[in-house]
C-alpha cells in the first residue's frame, strides 16, 4: 500500500520518476517510521528515505522538534556544508502520507560495533574525533535567524526535566540523588553565546564510511542552547561501547574532537563539557530507567526496553567515576 502512495507522491515533485521500488520499513516507534525505497528514473534510480508520522498520530513528544523542523534544519544544515541529508521533499496535505519528509538516502554505516571493530573502518576511526568536532563547529555556527522556532533550553531547566522525570518513576537510586545534587551544584549558568545544538549527536545518528563521516541524522531533540551540551554527550561513556579509554565515540580522545572544534574558530570550555558529560550521563540513565518502567507496566513486554532498560546501573558506575574527584 505505501508503495503506491509513495509512487503517487514521487510523481508529483520529481519530473520524469516512473514510480518506486524496493520499499522496506527500516525501523519504527509509537508514532514515527523510517522507510527506505528507490525512485525509479530514466536518468537513473534515486536513493531516498520517508520520514514519517503517519496520519492520526498524536503530537510529537515535548522534547522534539517536530517533523517539519527537522526537515528545514537538515535542509539547512545541507546548505551550509554540514554532512546532512539533502531533503527531497516535504510531504504535503495532498500527499496523504501524514507529517515528514523524504530525503536522499546517503550510504554507509551506523551500527557502532562495526565502526569500531571492522578493518574496513580503521583509516576512518583516526579521523573522525577531528571531523566530528568540525561538523559541531558547523552546526553551532548556523545562523539562529534562519532557523524553524526550537525549544531554548538551559542547564537549570534541563535539571529540573531531569529530576522531574526521575521522581515520577519513584525508584530511588542513590546515585541518580548525588548526581543531582552534583549538577545543581555545579550548574555553569548561561554560556556567553546560544547555539542551535543538535541534541543527540551520538553513534547511531551518524553515518559514517571508510572515508569518515557522511551524514548527521536524527535532529528531531534539535534546541537552541549551550553548545557545549553537544561535546559533552559525544563523550558520554554509554556512547564508546566498551572502548573507555577513547572518550570520543570509542574512537578518539577530547582533545582531537576540541581540536576540530576549534579548527574553526569556536572556542571550548572544558569544564563545560565534563559538566554535560555528566548530565548527559545521566539523562541516559533516567532514560533507562523509562524503558524499564515501560517494560514492567505496558501492554508490551518488549525484550528491548528491559535490555537498555538494565543499562542504568551501567551509568551509576559511570557516574561515580566521574564524581568520585569531583563530589
Same mark, same amino acid.
Given at each position: ?18 514510480? +518506486? ?25 534515486? &536513493? ?11 503530537? !510529537? ?22 554532512? $546532512? ?15 515528514? %519528509? ?42 539562529? $535567524? ?7 533550553m538551559t542547564a !537549570? ?17 542513590? +546515585? ?5 545534587r552534583w549538577l ?24 559514517i564510511g571508510p ?13 537552541? &542552547? ?14 564508546? %561501547? ?21 579548527? !574553526?574558530?569556536?572556542? +571550548? ?13 545521566? /539523562? ?19 525484550? #528491548? /526496553? ?6 542504568? $546501573? #551501567? ?11 569531583? !563530589?
Amino acid at each position: 500500500m505505501i508503495e503506491v502512495e509513495l509512487g503517487r507522491c514521487v510523481a508529483g515533485w520529481c519530473s520524469g520518476a516512473t514510480g +518506486v521500488a524496493n520499499c522496506a520499513r527500516l525501523s519504527g516507534g509509537a508514532s514515527q517510521e523510517t522507510w527506505s525505497f528507490d525512485i525509479v528514473h530514466p536518468d537513473g534510480t534515486i &536513493g531516498a528515505i520517508l520520514r514519517r508520522a503517519p496520519s492520526g498520530y498524536g503530537a !510529537a513528544p515535548e522534547r522534539a522538534a517536530g517533523l517539519n523542523a527537522e526537515a528545514v534544519l537538515m535542509q539547512r544544515a545541507y546548505d551550509a556544508g554540514v554532512p $546532512s541529508p539533502r531533503v527531497l521533499h516535504v510531504l504535503q496535505p495532498r500527499d496523504d502520507l501524514g507529517t515528514g %519528509f523524504i530525503m536522499q538516502r546517503v550510504e554507509g554505516e551506523t551500527i557502532p560495533r562495526k565502526i569500531l571493530r571492522d578493518e574496513k573502518f580503521a583509516r576512518a576511526r583516526l579521523m573522525l574525533a577531528r571531523q566530528l568536532g568540525e561538523t559541531l563547529a558547523a552546526i553551532h555556527g548556523l545562523a539562529l $535567524s534562519q532557523l524553524p522556532e526550537l525549544r531554548r533550553m538551559t542547564a !537549570a531547566k534541563e535539571i529540573a526535566e531531569l529530576e522531574r522525570d526521575y521522581r515520577g518513576f519513584d525508584w530511588p537510586r542513590p +546515585v541518580f540523588e548525588l548526581a543531582l545534587r552534583w549538577l545543581r551544584d555545579h550548574d555553569p549558568g548561561a554560556p556567553k553565546e546560544m547555539t542551535l545544538v543538535h541534541g543527540d549527536f551520538r553513534h547511531g545518528n551518524l553515518i559514517i564510511g571508510p572515508d569518515g563521516l557522511r551524514a548527521v541524522l536524527d535532529w528531531e531533540l534539535a534546541h537552541i &542552547g549551550d553548545p557545549m551540551e553537544d561535546l559533552g554527550w559525544i563523550c558520554v561513556n554509554s556512547w564508546r %561501547f566498551g572502548e573507555i579509554d577513547k572518550p570520543v565515540g570509542g574512537f578518539g580522545s577530547r582533545e582531537e574532537l576540541f581540536a576540530g572544534y576549534q579548527k !574553526a574558530g569556536r572556542h +571550548v570550555d572544558p569544564k563545560r563539557v565534563t559538566f554535560w558529560e555528566v548530565m548527559g550521563t545521566l /539523562r541516559w540513565g533516567v532514560m533507562c530507567c523509562g524503558m524499564m518502567q515501560r517494560f514492567r507496566s505496558g501492554p508490551e513486554h518488549s525484550v #528491548e /526496553r528491559a535490555m537498555i532498560g538494565r543499562r542504568a $546501573s #551501567e551509568t551509576e558506575i559511570d557516574l561515580l567515576r566521574l564524581l568520585a574527584p569531583r !563530589a
